[in-house]
C-alpha cells in the first residue's frame, strides 16, 4: 500500500520544458537517462558573478571536476573564463577547449612529476601548492625544465564550511593545504628556491556553502597573513579566495548567496590589495542549469513503504549515496495526480542506490518521465559503469534547440578495453 504524504511536504512545480525545449520529446528521442544542461542558465550565472566582480582585477577560473564536458567548457572559454585543474587529464581539457593556459591554475594535493612538468610545458598562469614536498618537487621539475613556475600556498584557515563533512575542505583535519605557521616558513625560505616564484595565497574552504560567514572568516584570516608578508619584505602578486558558493538543491529550503553579497565579503576582506584576484566557482556555475531525465520502470509496493524504481541509478548520479544529498525531483508531465511518498531508487544491486526517501510525489506509473533537477555539477562527472551500465548521454540546450554532446555509451565501447589475458609477461 502506498504511504499517506506528509501534510508538510513541499511539492516542487513540474518541469515540462528547459531552456525552451521539450523534456518530453527530447527523452523520447534520445532515450533516458539524459542528462539535459541549458546553456542560458550558465551564461545567467556567469554573468552574475562578472557583474560582481566589476572594477575588481579577478579572473574566474571554473572549477572542471564540476563537469568537464568539453562543451559546457567551450562555454566558460567564450566568455572569458578561466580553468581550476586537478589533474593532467582536466589540463588537456581545458585547452583543447579553448581555455588559454595563462587563465589556468593547477589545485590538489597529489600533483605528481608528469602532471607538473605537463602543466609547466603548457605554460599555465599558476600552482596552488598544498604540501613543502610538492614545492620541492615543483621547483626539481621546473629546474630540468629551465623555467620558473609561479606558485601560491593554499591555506589552510581551519575555519568550518557548515556544509557536509565530505565537502568540507577548511579544517585542521583536512587534507587540503597547510597552515599559517607552516606557509609562514615557506616564505621565510623562498629565496632558497631557484624555480619557484612563490608569491601567491590560495583558500578554499569547501563546497555548497550557503553562509556568507565562513568566507568572512577564512578571508579575514588570509587578509591579515598577506599583511604580514608584505610588511616582512614578501611581495604578493596574486590571492586566489577559492570556489564554494552553495546552490538551491531544495526548494523553499536552501537559499543561496547572491554573487553581489560574496562579492561584497572579498573587496572587503581585501581591501587594499592592489594584485590579482582568483576565484574558483564550480557547481554556482553548472549545478542548477542540469537535470537528469529518467522513467519509471515499476513501483513495488513493500510491507512498510512504496519503491519507484528508476531507470537511473547510483552509477548516474553518485551524489545522494554518497553524501545522503537531497536533489529535487519533479514529473515532467503538468498533468495533476493525487500525492504519494515513495523511496526513490535504482536498479543498481545497493541499498545505497537511492535517490530519495520518503519522497511526496505526484502518484506515479510505469513509464512516467521524471526530472531529477540541480544536476549540472557532480553528476556526469562522478559517474561509473558499475553494474556494467553504460554511461549516460549529455545534451545542451539553447534556446528551444538541443546538440548531443556526449552520445550514450554502447557496451562495446565499454568494454572496449578489456581482453583476455593471454599476452603474459613477467615485470
Known amino acids: 500500500m502506498t504511504a499517506s504524504p506528509r501534510h508538510d511536504a513541499l511539492v516542487p512545480d513540474p518541469q515540462p520544458t528547459f531552456d525552451s525545449v521539450d523534456l518530453h520529446a527530447l527523452a523520447a528521442r534520445l532515450g533516458t537517462p539524459l542528462y539535459a544542461y541549458s546553456a542560458n542558465a550558465i551564461r545567467q550565472r556567469i554573468g552574475e558573478l562578472q557583474r560582481a566582480l566589476h572594477g575588481l582585477d579577478a579572473t574566474i577560473c ?15 572559454a567564450a566568455a572569458g573564463l578561466g580553468a581550476d585543474i586537478v589533474s593532467a587529464g582536466e589540463l588537456q581539457r581545458a585547452l583543447a577547449s579553448g581555455i588559454p593556459a595563462h587563465r589556468i591554475v593547477f589545485s590538489g594535493v597529489g600533483k605528481t612529476d608528469v602532471e607538473i612538468d605537463a602543466a609547466l610545458a603548457a ?37 568550518d564550511a557548515l556544509t557536509h563533512a565530505k565537502i568540507s575542505t ?7 593545504g597547510v597552515s599559517i605557521a607552516e606557509a609562514r616558513r615557506w616564505f621565510a625560505e623562498r629565496r632558497q628556491l631557484a624555480n619557484v616564484r612563490l608569491d601567491g595565497l590560495h583558500v578554499h574552504i569547501g563546497s555548497q556553502i550557503l553562509e556568507l560567514e565562513p568566507f568572512r572568516l577564512a578571508l579575514n584570516r ?3 597573513f598577506w599583511r604580514e608578508l608584505v610588511h616582512a619584505g ?37 581591501a587594499g590589495f592592489h594584485g590579482h584576484l582568483l576565484l574558483e566557482p ?60 515513495y523511496d526513490v531508487v535504482g536498479p543498481v544491486c545497493e541499498t545505497g542506490d537511492t535517490f530519495a526517501r520518503a519522497r511526496v510525489l505526484p502518484a506515479c506509473e510505469p513509464g512516467d518521465l521524471l526530472a531529477i533537477q540541480g544536476t549540472g555539477a557532480y553528476g556526469a562527472s562522478m559517474a561509473s559503469t558499475y553494474n556494467s551500465r553504460p554511461l549516460a548521454a549529455e545534451v545542451l540546450l539553447d534556446d528551444g534547440r538541443y546538440a548531443v554532446i556526449r552520445r550514450r555509451q554502447t557496451l562495446e565501447e565499454m568494454v572496449a578495453g578489456e581482453q583476455s589475458a593471454q599476452d603474459w609477461a613477467t615485470p
Open 282 to 341: 564550480g557547481r554556482y556555475l553548472v549545478a542548477e542549469a542540469g537535470v537528469l531525465l529518467t522513467r519509471v520502470l515499476r513501483i513495488k509496493e513493500g510491507t512498510e513503504r512504496s519503491f519507484l524504481v528508476l531507470d537511473a541509478a547510483m552509477n548516474d548520479l553518485q551524489r545522494p549515496s554518497l553524501y545522503d544529498a537531497w536533489h529535487d525531483i519533479v514529473p515532467v508531465s503538468p498533468e495533476p495526480r493525487p500525492l504519494a511518498t
Open 62 to 76: 571554473y572549477a572542471v571536476k564540476a563537469n568537464s564536458n568539453r562543451a559546457i567548457l567551450e562555454l566558460m
Open 234 to 270: 614578501h611581495p604578493i602578486a596574486s590571492i586566489d579566495v577559492g570556489g564554494g558558493l552553495g546552490v538551491r538543491y531544495r526548494a523553499g529550503h536552501d537559499e543561496p548567496i547572491a554573487a553581489a553579497d560574496f562579492a561584497g565579503v572579498v573587496r572587503a576582506a581585501l
Open 170 to 176: 577548511g579544517r585542521a583535519e583536512n587534507k587540503f
Open 123 to 159: 605554460g599555465i598562469a599558476r600552482f596552488n601548492v598544498e604540501s613543502l614536498d610538492e614545492l620541492h618537487a615543483i621547483e626539481r621539475v621546473a629546474a630540468a625544465r629551465h623555467v620558473v613556475a609561479n606558485a601560491a600556498v593554499r591555506i589552510n584557515p581551519d575555519v
Open 222 to 224: 588570509v587578509a591579515s
